[in-house]
């Protein structure tokens, strides 16, 4: 099943050279597929079979960074681990899974990643200032630019963000950063019930506290609600003290405030769902990982449906639910691969129903095809199509990962 | 352009009616221009349609007759993006302006395109709840127009532009379908970042789905007042270097000021000659430590008075004032031309001289009123003699000054978008390469080439279709 | 016009600024003030489009050629013979009611109004309208600036003219319309409620003030008891109050049509009649359209080398009766009203005179007396002078969402400070079956004090 991923690899190491290999691998007509450091590359459909990988690892060059102006312009084989450093030592930093090592810029991006204090921050797509990216055809160019505000021309750096490498390599962006905030603590509550977590988490929703995250834990251990604050001493206190206050009339069992070490403790573990919720300290059991995205109202009904169908299958389940962002992420284990595929099917159907669900991980059998990884295709997927047509019609990209087969 | 009923209008005339089918040429003459009157054409005819059946119906209506189409909000937009060109009809959604639904729970509102920006707040403010991208002209400008040019607005330091509150939107496509495309969070391209900001050449939005927030619990509001702007220049960059990210930053100079006090009897310190309005928004708590440190810096950097407005009153009254502030322009000069050039935000105090060297070149006043936090400029060129020579001069030194935004690395367009007025500037911004991207996807997306043609890309052939007195202007 | 146009001068909105806590820098450093521009003296539209929203018109049409913004672009065009005088674009321009909303709205001061005025000027008796909308505004303009004692055989005349068939029409025309009572009081002759008010009233208690009273050509019979009500509440204020015998209707709506010479002419007239009672410290008007057509004369006969001196004296010292109350304080009232209110602002008070607070301040003062929010109060409902005879369809169009909004306020009675808003309101809410009683401030403030 596990398809071979070819020895080819194209690697250019500036903007020139990866015009000039993909002309080559066109006039070749090489199929492709786009990697940085391959840290993400189980998430998506697998992959049809390619001629070669276009590995952006050697484009990692910081074109432009001006502190006084909180924006970046890198190239994104940039690794996290680099790049958080090269902010952190100007008090700045790139608020999108800030806590992760692991992988370059660029796979953050065409994944669309989830990180821990999205809510506070914004998503990968609203930090993106512009880039420049390679067509299948080895035409190089920018789009949008280095401006924090900036409406000349489509928006296609944003999207080329969470396209899965299918459209187009990025090859360069530019990103707007932000003050490091003085204070980043967090509170973790507990309660006896998901439902009770999730109604103090619309208590806090309701209250004007800012929090950075509201998550809502479930399935390793009771359910708790875990509220981060970003600022000022002053902010951060006063801000966690009534959000907390709020939280806690909700039949609280339990309380911890977390200051320093054990906030960012706290925030490496919930800023990559997949890590969160398939820990690797477990053993290399075979686990599925859902993302479900839609209306918050509706996040409560399918995480308890699905939690229900966990238990009733006896697969090991957790669960970090975002309420205020419309999200939730399921993480199944189990030895018992059928029951664990079927339980897989179930809450993915659960969550078709009103919402989007997708797999960020999922073992080799459940991403044979790509609808059964992103569902079927939207009500727009022939604007999709047109898009993708009118960047690469040879679909040099479209290994099969994506949406729809793209 | 005469009234000859053709095909076209004909069955448009049948399809909706003849009462909402402008065909009168002294009628259409008053939809020529948008809030910009640098250009003018006008349209072959105006079309009213309700609801997106009909919208869809107007769109194959000209495809089948090839004839271009552009739709049309309030007519506050600032590069010409809703004029008609090539001989096309005007497709106004103004009075399709019902609000669908305000989903409390959800906080999201659902609208038609010719909804006001600032009704959608009004609606959503008994339940707590705003819509944050407030472009100056929010009282007037629509949705519709929102979406098509990505509008920002002061508040937008913090809480983002119009791309990062629209969930999804019902679009009638250039080739007359009708697609609901869907919020950024379902799986897919992000397909509304594309659409948002494209200027209507893509489709046409005939419902929109955007996000509310909660009305923050404080507001600080300071207006400090410094000697000149280049000090006013250091104190932005000095707030924004201590890790302030206020809700909004915004800077006027001197002429600015002298219009608003005429317009609105306010009492500015009269040697003042720029004002910085900083507002910080959020929870109560650190909020008045946020607001203190910021006028610590203002004083620190040569601020000659920061005064607070204290109560909603007196914000409400501080922010009609920073919102009128173009149209005030009016008692000062009979036209203006309105600049919309992107910095980085550093490059802040080399820009504005720059503006002041060109202004001075051409003999022409400069009034400043723009997004300092963001690096958003809008030199607005004040003129009075509307003549061809005059206006020459005028559009060649807003070339200039776009010319020395790009070379400091920014943008030509910040938020007015880049119409018919900034086409033929893409090319300083871009290269050939980057535009036959653009291209690509315009051809993919519009492939009659109908839809709002001319605008966005330049056509590489100088003025087209403009104006008599643009093409005067030009020779 | 100009002086109700400066921020300085205006009474009651006059903004204070940015809280002026911290002292301004001296002044005497005038350098960069000197870089200030000069003002325009006649700012040009610059297309913003803040009218746009204020403008019920364009809010009921929804075209732009019912907008301010279109309607200068028209007139512009029209100057620059870029269009012609169509029958549509007459049309248009004399569908804007002159409510005055969009200058309160325009950041840049276009006196827009005046503009209007002078457009209509030009198209004065244009045969591009039709037929019976230029019939019925000559007859009324025409009715309404006789004499008193003449104004019957006039409206023997217009009877006549009902006889030809064309009173019926008007009936017909004016039926829901609101100016119902306009047009059976002008044609018929009936004047309904027949209070007269004496032409000398003195003072209660010490003199402060002697005042002259514009009693207005319709309102002097249709709306004695206003009349009546205003003069005791001067009186109770400390005026003298004189009624000039000689005046006449003060052109109003002739300054509207773009009839500037009857306008012209009604003036010197009225300038005669007041200065013929002697020195007066104020002209008091009850009625919001003939106050702002009052403070107006200045600039309409800034060029008449008799008269601009005297009518500028004039324009400066008419005060709106509730402005003027307001200023001087009244007793407190002694009758407790237990009504809701909702007080609907007359365009030519709030946006021709910028008197918003006054009245306000003056009906909170009532005990008993709720006044309750009304959205969009300074909204037009429609009157506008002769308005709803003239474009009924449009009229009503423009009174509906004004009936909704006094529905929803939850106000029992509606306040208005002009008798045309007042007959319109009181028609239409007939008409909706809202139960809704329409008065003037000035009837309430009268029964408080009674």
Redesign the interface.
């Known amino acids: 099943m596990n398809r071979a991923v070819p020895d080819v690899v194209l690697e250019p190491g500036d903007a020139d050279e990866a015009a000039e290999l993909l002309r080559g691998a066109a006039s070749n007509g090489l199929a492709l597929l786009v990697r940085g450091h391959g840290t993400r590359a189980s998430q998506g459909a697998l992959p049809r079979d390619v001629d070669a990988v276009f590995s952006t690892a050697r484009l990692g060059a910081v074109e432009t960074y001006e502190p006084g102006d909180l924006t970046l312009t890198v190239g994104c084989g940039i690794g996290l681990a680099a790049l958080h450093d090269l902010l952190a030592e100007r008090g700045q930093w790139l608020p999108l899974q800030a806590e992760r090592r692991r992988g370059t810029l660029g796979g953050l991006l065409a994944t669309a990643a989830d990180g821990v204090v999205d809510l506070g921050y914004g998503r990968p797509r609203d930090l993106v200032l512009g880039a420049r990216v390679a067509l299948a055809d080895g035409l190089v160019a920018r789009a949008r630019g280095r401006v924090v505000k900036n409406v000349a021309g489509y928006d296609v750096p944003r999207l080329l963000v969470g396209s899965f490498g299918t459209l187009g390599a990025l090859l360069e962006v530019s990103l707007r950063v932000a003050p490091r905030p003085a204070r980043r603590t967090a509170a973790l509550l507990g309660y006896a019930s998901v439902a009770d977590a999730l109604l103090a988490a619309e208590r806090v929703r309701e209250g004007r506290d800012e929090p950075v995250f509201v998550d809502v834990l479930a399935g390793a251990c009771e359910p708790q609600l875990a509220l981060g604050f970003d600022g000022s001493e002053e902010r951060v206190a006063g801000c966690r003290r009534r959000a907390v206050a709020a939280a806690e009339r909700v039949g609280c069992t339990g309380l911890m405030l977390l200051d320093d070490d054990a906030s960012a403790e706290l925030r490496r573990r919930l800023d990559d769902p997949v890590a969160h919720l398939l820990p690797e300290d477990e053993g290399a059991r075979p686990g599925v990982v859902v993302r479900w995205s839609g209306r918050p109202s509706l996040l409560g009904g399918w995480l308890s449906a699905a939690l229900a169908a966990a238990e009733r299958a006896g697969v090991a389940v957790r669960a970090d639910a975002r309420p205020a962002l419309g999200l939730g992420f399921l993480g199944l284990t189990g030895d018992d691969a059928d029951a664990l595929e079927a339980t897989a099917r179930e809450v993915l159907t659960l969550g078709r129903r009103r919402g989007a669900a997708v797999l960020l991980a999922a073992p080799d059998t459940l991403r044979g095809e790509p609808e059964d990884v992103w569902g079927p295709p939207p009500a727009d997927w022939s604007l999709m199509e047109r898009t993708a047509q009118a960047l690469d019609p040879q679909r040099v990209f479209s290994c099969g990962r994506f949406v729809g087969g793209l | 352009m005469t009234a000859t009923p053709d095909a076209l209008l004909a069955s448009l005339a049948r399809r909706l009616g003849q009462d909402r089918v402008l065909t009168d040429p002294s009628e259409l003459v008053v939809y020529e221009a948008d809030g910009s009157t640098m250009h003018d054409v006008t349209p072959r005819a105006v079309v009213f349609p309700r609801g997106t059946e009909e919208v869809a119906a107007v769109v194959q209506a000209c495809l089948a007759n090839g004839v271009a189409f552009v739709a049309r909000g309030a007519g506050t937009g600032l590069s010409g993006g809703a004029m008609a060109l090539d001989g096309g009809i005007v497709v106004a959604l103004n009075r399709m302006d019902r609000i669908l639904g305000i989903d409390v729970e959800d906080r999201r509102a659902t609208v038609e395109p010719g909804v006001r920006n600032l009704a959608v707040s009004e609606a959503a403010a008994r339940h707590g709840l705003f819509y944050a991208p407030d472009p100056s002209s929010q009282a007037v400008c629509t949705l519709g127009g929102n979406v098509a040019h990505n509008s920002g607005g002061p508040h937008t330091l913090k809480h983002g532009v119009t791309v990062n509150h629209v969930l999804g939107v019902q679009l009638v496509t250039p080739w007359g379908e009708v697609v609901r495309v869907g919020g950024p969070d379902r799986p897919g391209y992000d397909l509304l970042a594309l659409l948002t900001g494209a200027e209507g050449t893509l489709g046409i939005v005939t419902e929109v789905e955007v996000a509310l927030r909660r009305i923050p619990e404080g507001v600080r509001t300071l207006l400090a007042s410094f000697p000149d702007v280049d000090r006013a220049s250091a104190a932005v960059s000095a707030i924004i270097g201590a890790g302030i990210v206020p809700a909004a930053l915004e800077m006027m100079d001197d002429v600015v000021v002298g219009a608003l006090e005429a317009a609105f009897g306010f009492a500015f310190p009269s040697d003042a000659g720029a004002l910085l309005l900083v507002e910080s928004d959020g929870p109560e708590p650190g909020l008045d430590r946020e607001a203190a440190d910021v006028a610590e810096v203002c004083r620190a950097h040569g601020a000659l008075d920061v005064r607070s407005a204290d109560t909603a009153a007196e914000r409400a009254e501080v922010w009609t004032a920073r919102k009128k502030a173009f149209g005030a322009l009016g008692r000062v000069a009979r036209h203006y031309y309105t600049q919309d050039g992107v910095i980085p935000r550093t490059r802040l105090p080399d820009m504005l001289r720059h503006v002041r060297e060109v202004a001075a070149r051409h003999g022409l006043r400069v009034a400043n009123v723009f997004h300092a936090g963001d690096g958003n400029l809008h030199p607005c060129i004040l003129f009075d003699e509307d003549d061809a020579a005059t206006r020459a001069k005028v559009l060649e030194a807003g070339a200039e000054i776009l010319r020395h935004c790009v070379e400091l690395g920014g943008s030509l367009t910040g938020e007015h978008g880049v119409g018919v007025e900034k086409r033929e500037a893409m090319a300083l911004l871009f290269s050939e390469s980057d535009l036959e991207l653009m291209r690509r996807l315009s051809d993919a997306w519009d492939p009659a080439g109908l839809c709002n043609p001319g605008k966005v890309l330049p056509m590489g052939a100088g003025c087209v279709e403009l104006s008599p007195r643009a093409r005067q202007a030009a020779l | 016009m100009d002086a109700p146009r400066d921020?300085?001068a205006?009474p009651d909105t006059?903004?204070?600024?940015?809280?002026?806590?911290?002292p301004?820098?001296p002044?005497e450093?005038?350098?960069?003030?000197a870089?200030?521009?000069?003002?325009?003296e006649q700012?040009?539209?610059?297309?913003?489009?803040?009218c746009?929203?204020a403008c019920p018109t364009y809010a009921a049409l929804?075209?732009?050629?019912d907008s301010p913004r279109?309607r200068l672009?028209?007139m512009r065009?029209l100057d620059a013979g870029?269009?012609?005088a169509?029958a549509?674009?007459v049309r248009?321009l004399d569908l804007c009611l002159t409510c005055h909303a969009c200058e309160t709205a325009?950041?840049?001061?276009?006196p827009y109004a005046e503009l209007l005025e002078d457009t209509r000027e030009k198209l004065l008796d244009s045969l591009l309208r039709p037929r019976r909308q230029r019939v019925l505004e000559r007859l009324v303009t025409w009715a309404v600036a006789l004499p008193p004692g003449v104004q019957r055989a006039g409206i023997a005349a217009l009877r006549l003219a009902e006889r030809m068939g064309l009173g019926r029409r008007l009936a017909d025309a004016s039926r829901g319309s609101g100016h119902r009572a306009v047009a059976a009081g002008l044609l018929l002759g009936s004047p309904p409620d027949g209070v007269v008010v004496p032409s000398h009233t003195p003072a209660v208690g010490r003199r402060r003030m002697r005042v002259g009273l514009l009693q207005g050509c319709v309102a002097r019979w249709t709306f004695g008891r206003v009349n009546a009500h205003t003069v005791r509440l001067l009186a109770l204020a400390g005026c003298d109050v004189v009624v000039p015998p000689a005046q006449r209707c003060c052109g109003a709506l002739h300054l509207h049509g773009g009839r500037r010479e009857e306008a012209r002419r009604l003036a010197r007239r009225n300038l005669a009649a007041f200065e013929e009672v002697g020195e007066l410290d104020a002209v008091v008007v009850n009625a919001a359209g003939c106050g702002t057509t009052l403070k107006d004369w200045g600039r309409l006969l800034a060029d008449d080398p008799v008269w601009a001196e005297r009518a500028a004296a004039l324009s400066a010292k008419t005060r709106d009766a509730l402005e003027l109350l307001d200023e001087l304080g009244l007793p407190p009232a002694r009758r407790p009203l237990e009504r809701r209110v909702a007080y609907h602002d007359a365009c030519h008070l709030a946006h021709g005179q910028h008197v918003r607070a006054a009245p306000r301040r003056l009906l909170e003062a009532i005990p008993g007396l709720e006044l309750v929010p009304l959205t969009d109060a300074d909204r037009c409902c429609g009157s506008a002078g002769i308005y709803n005879l003239l474009h009924p369809k449009e009229a009503q169009a423009i009174l509906d969402p004004k009936l909704a909004r006094l529905a929803s306020s939850g106000a029992d009675v509606v306040a208005a400070a002009n008798p045309g808003c007042l007959m319109q309101i009181a028609a239409g809410a007939r008409r909706a079956g809202l139960r809704l009683e329409t008065r003037h401030p000035l009837e309430l403030l009268g029964e408080a004090h009674g």
Do not use: N, Q, Y
Request: glycine share 8%; with cysteine; net charge negative.
């Open positions: 921020p300085a205006r006059a903004p204070t600024g940015v809280p002026a806590a911290a301004a820098a002044a450093d005038a350098s960069s003030t870089d200030r521009p000069p003002l325009l700012p040009e539209c610059v297309h913003c489009g803040f746009l929203p929804g075209t732009e050629m279109g672009h028209l065009a870029r269009i012609d169509t549509s674009v248009h325009c950041p840049s001061g276009v």
